[in-house]
């Protein structure tokens, strides 16, 4: 795939013996991040006014600035001030707007730490944090307090002590992985902590959150799929936010995951000025399930400091999700969640489609507003239940269906079959046995 101009552009002004094989090496894309406006408008030929300067600038000593080349070279730079890709990358002044109501760490993410990495909300799954680092400081990240903060980078002993913790509490079967982003990680060490997940009986799952298909996706390498593939399952939430951050090298990193037999599932957050149109998130679900990813979260922006300008109403979720659901197919509309202040969760918000309901009917609607009813039986009579799961031999039959039955003289030799010995059918002296009784 060859470079587009503004590519040319951006590797020739950052080194003039770069080559393309250099641009698609992640380590180079993050050796390279642009991290000050002086940077950003060289590489991109572009002057901002001094008061925007000033004021991104001193946005910029708050909550630091980093962005991927790639990802700069996304930016319409004759639209610059209302383009998807510059508002979710570049410091804004209004990131200083600390308004009332805004948290450092609105989820308790901190306060619901039992060990070291770990937060620890929902019974049986928790949020393993193994980075603090991201190829790109999204300026809506909720975890502006300490991404990209060298003091609260997690050191091995403290993910040690996290898994710990994992192998010691059965109850926990999902583990998630999160930073900063986990894809940053050197493969080998990546490696290390999915083994040692991996080798723990009672987790079945293991997902990564991870943003590098949207601005690193030269970080999908074939031999970081093989790591995935050796540890599955192992499903990838990636994050896209606008149908414009779906290039072709993004199509081909979620290409090598999906081909690689990793589930795809994709989180979105709703942001002001940004995707808050319901013809924009339509483009971005219809995008996202043709390359093989599952819409799943539609976020509420959260109250982290600094996003005030990033919130939009919950109607405004809601409107989008009345554009979807009956209006596409099911598996593009993601589930629309506020994530709960306190440490609450995520508590899902839907319209309301059903209107009424009395002891044997419910009145319902439709998306297109058509009014029906549903009947329902008229005795209903509950499987009896003495709520003694141990000797519940009624619905508690969880184990998978034996797919096989021995007969012959394999049912002979079984351990697990009781039979004795085979009689044919037309044996005689049995079928006198019968007759008898």
Request: with cysteine.
């Amino acid at each position: 795939m060859t470079l587009s101009a503004t590519q040319e552009q951006i590797i020739n002004c950052i080194d003039n013996n770069a080559t393309s094989s250099q641009w698609k090496d992640w380590k180079w894309q993050m050796r390279h991040s642009i991290k000050d406006l002086e940077t950003f408008e060289a590489l991109l030929d572009v002057k901002l006014s001094d008061k925007q300067r000033k004021a991104f600038g001193k946005a910029a000593k708050k909550f630091p600035i980093s962005i991927t080349p790639y990802y700069l070279s996304l930016i319409n730079t004759e639209d610059i001030e209302n383009d998807p890709v510059f508002l979710q990358s570049v410091p804004s002044p209004l990131e200083l707007n600390i308004v009332k109501g805004d948290m450092s760490d609105p989820l308790h993410e901190d306060s619901d730490s039992p060990a070291p990495c770990v937060t620890h909300r929902y019974p049986d799954r928790v949020l393993l944090l193994v980075s603090n680092v991201c190829p790109m400081y999204c300026r809506h990240c909720t975890r502006k307090r300490k991404v990209g903060d060298e003091d609260t980078i997690p050191k091995r002993s403290a993910i040690e002590q996290g898994i710990r913790y994992i192998r010691n509490n059965p109850q926990i079967r999902d583990v998630l992985l999160s930073g900063g982003d986990p894809f940053l990680l050197p493969d080998d060490y990546l490696d290390w902590i999915l083994s040692e997940l991996r080798g723990i009986e009672h987790v079945e799952i293991i997902r990564i959150g991870t943003r590098t298909p949207v601005v690193l996706p030269c970080r999908i390498t074939s031999n970081l799929v093989a790591i995935l593939k050796k540890h599955q399952p192992v499903w990838v939430n990636t994050h896209f936010n606008h149908s414009r951050e779906i290039t072709q090298s993004a199509r081909n990193a979620l290409g090598m995951l999906a081909d690689g037999g990793v589930p795809l599932g994709n989180q979105t957050v709703l942001l002001s000025g940004i995707n808050d149109c319901p013809r924009i998130m339509k483009a971005l679900v219809h995008k996202l399930v043709k390359n093989r990813v599952r819409p799943y979260y539609l976020y509420q922006c959260d109250l982290s400091e600094g996003l005030s300008h990033f919130r939009t109403p919950v109607g405004k979720g809601i409107e989008i999700l009345e554009s979807l659901i009956g209006h596409t197919s099911g598996f593009c509309v993601p589930t629309y969640v506020i994530d709960a202040p306190g440490g609450g969760g995520k508590i899902p918000v839907m319209p309301n489609y059903l209107i009424s309901w009395s002891t044997n009917k419910v009145v319902l609607r439709n998306y297109e507003g058509v009014i029906t009813t549903y009947k329902e039986p008229d005795s209903y009579e509950p499987t009896f239940c003495d709520r003694d799961c141990d000797s519940c031999d009624l619905l508690l039959k969880l184990e998978d269906a034996d797919e096989s039955k021995a007969i012959g003289i394999e049912q002979l030799l079984a351990d697990d079959d009781q039979t004795i010995s085979l009689v044919p059918s037309s044996n005689a002296r049995h079928s006198r046995r019968k007759s008898e009784t």
